[in-house]
Nanobody
Framework: VQLQASGGGLVQAGDSLRLSCVVS????????MGWFRQAPGKEREFLAA????????HYKNSVEGRFTIARDDAKNTVYLQMNSLKPEDTAVYYC?????????????????WGKGTLVTVSS
C-alpha cells in the first residue's frame, strides 16, 4: 500500500488548511486511517483517526474542535481540515493506515505510513 499526503504549506496564524492523503494498493475501505504530526525536536504525536466506515472518529484532546478528519472512499482519500492554526501547529504531518486498528488504538501505531507534508504556521 502507498500513501501520499499533500496540502501542506506556509500559512499565517488563524488561517485554515486542508491536508489530503491518497491511498493506493488495496481497497481503501479496509483501512482505519489516522493523521499524526512531528514538530522539530519532538516525538511524533497522534492527531485524529477515522474508522473504516467513516462513522467513528477520535481526536487528540488539544486539537478536537479545531481539526476534523474525514474520508472519501470514492477518491481513496482521507482529509484533515485544520482551522484556527497556531504557530505551535508547525510540523510535518503524516497520514497512516492500518487494517486492524480501531479509532481508539490508532494512537499506538499504524502499519503503513506516508512520507509527510510540511505545515508551517507563522505568527
Amino acid at each position: 500500500v502507498q500513501l501520499q499526503a499533500s496540502g501542506g504549506g506556509l500559512v499565517q496564524a488563524g488561517d485554515s488548511l486542508r491536508l489530503s492523503c491518497v491511498v493506493s494498493g488495496r481497497a481503501f475501505s479496509t483501512y482505519t486511517m489516522g493523521w499524526f504530526r512531528q514538530a522539530p525536536g519532538k516525538e511524533r504525536e497522534f492527531l485524529a483517526a477515522i474508522s473504516k466506515s467513516g462513522k467513528s472518529t477520535h481526536y487528540k484532546n488539544s486539537v478536537e474542535g479545531r481539526f476534523t478528519i474525514a474520508r472519501d472512499d470514492a477518491k481513496n482519500t482521507v482529509y484533515l481540515q485544520m482551522n484556527s492554526l497556531k504557530p505551535e501547529d508547525t510540523a510535518v504531518y503524516y497520514c497512516a493506515a492500518d487494517t486492524f486498528k480501531v479509532v481508539t488504538t490508532v494512537q499506538y501505531g499504524m502499519n503503513y505510513w506516508g512520507k509527510g507534508t510540511l505545515v508551517t504556521v507563522s505568527s
